[in-house]
């Protein structure tokens, strides 16, 4: 059967809007990365300052949903509550933060705090779902954020949205999910898809393939998450 690339840009382009992102920050420039993780997007910060925050309770080893099974924080700089990172006011010329509010219970709180550390003309850099599976539990609040979240927050923080951008669409993110049906059947139902669910499968994800390179609109709608773009005035 013939293999589709629609549904499996998610992550790919996240990563390379977020490398493009970071060279639009000058040369020099200190940034936080708040809630780092594994930090893997410090190889894209060769030309900053770069210093990584994280709470760093996640151990990868969860029983439900998505997990990496490993997780490694070692390297964390800041071990903090993302809502309390203890560096004074307008620390950093630039805050990175890269899939981590859906993790937070209060995200208005942890945006609040990530304006609060960045210097006045600073640069925040966001990213988050805007539809995702349970991933990285008990750690994970919120399936999502709409651009509504951050055209209502940031602007009332005193932060200017430059660019936002709507990572994928509707069609996008349904074949994401129909591809995930044989390993969610194989875990959660302990079943086997038979040959004709698997040419369901294939015809499903021709059609949503075939509707997402025509012109659309549908990422109103649906898409996998948000980039989001920032000037603090």
């Known amino acids: 059967m013939a293999i589709f690339k629609v549904g499996t840009t998610n992550e790919q382009n996240r990563v390379q809007w977020i490398e493009n992102t970071l060279l639009k920050i000058p040369a020099g420039s200190s940034i936080l990365d708040a809630g780092a993780g594994e930090c893997q997007f410090k190889k894209f910060?060769?030309?900053?300052?770069?210093?990584?925050?994280?709470?760093?309770?996640?151990?990868g080893t969860g029983s439900e949903g998505l997990q990496t099974q490993t997780w490694d924080v070692?390297?964390?700089?800041?071990?903090?509550?993302?809502?309390?990172i203890p560096v004074p006011d307008a620390s950093f010329d630039a805050v990175m933060c890269t899939e981590v509010l859906e993790h937070v219970p209060d995200p208005v709180a942890a945006l609040k705090e990530l304006v609060r550390v960045v210097k006045p003309g600073g640069y925040l850099l966001i990213t988050a779902p805007f539809a995702s599976l349970t991933h990285f539990a008990p750690y994970h609040f919120a399936s999502g954020l709409s651009r509504y979240f951050y055209e209502h927050h940031l602007?009332?923080?005193?932060?200017?949205?430059?660019?936002?951008?709507?990572?994928?669409?509707?069609?996008?993110?349904?074949?994401?999910?129909?591809?995930?049906?044989?390993?969610?059947?194989?875990?959660?139902?302990?079943?086997?898809?038979?040959?004709?669910?698997?040419?369901?499968?294939?015809?499903?994800?021709?059609?949503?393939?075939?509707?997402?390179?025509?012109?659309?609109?549908?990422?109103?709608?649906?898409?996998f998450g948000i980039h989001v773009f920032a000037r603090k005035n």
């Open 74 to 84: 070692s390297s964390i700089d800041i071990v903090s509550d993302i809502t309390a």
């Open 45 to 59: 910060c060769s030309h900053l300052k770069y210093t990584s925050q994280d709470f760093s309770q996640y151990d």
């Open 155 to 223: 602007p009332a923080l005193g932060v200017e949205i430059t660019q936002l951008d709507l990572n994928g669409n509707f069609y996008e993110y349904v074949a994401q999910e129909v591809s995930r049906i044989k390993r969610v059947a194989k875990e959660y139902n302990q079943t086997k898809i038979s040959l004709l669910d698997k040419i369901w499968i294939h015809g499903v994800l021709y059609v949503l393939q075939r509707l997402s390179k025509k012109q659309n609109q549908s990422s109103a709608l649906l898409c």
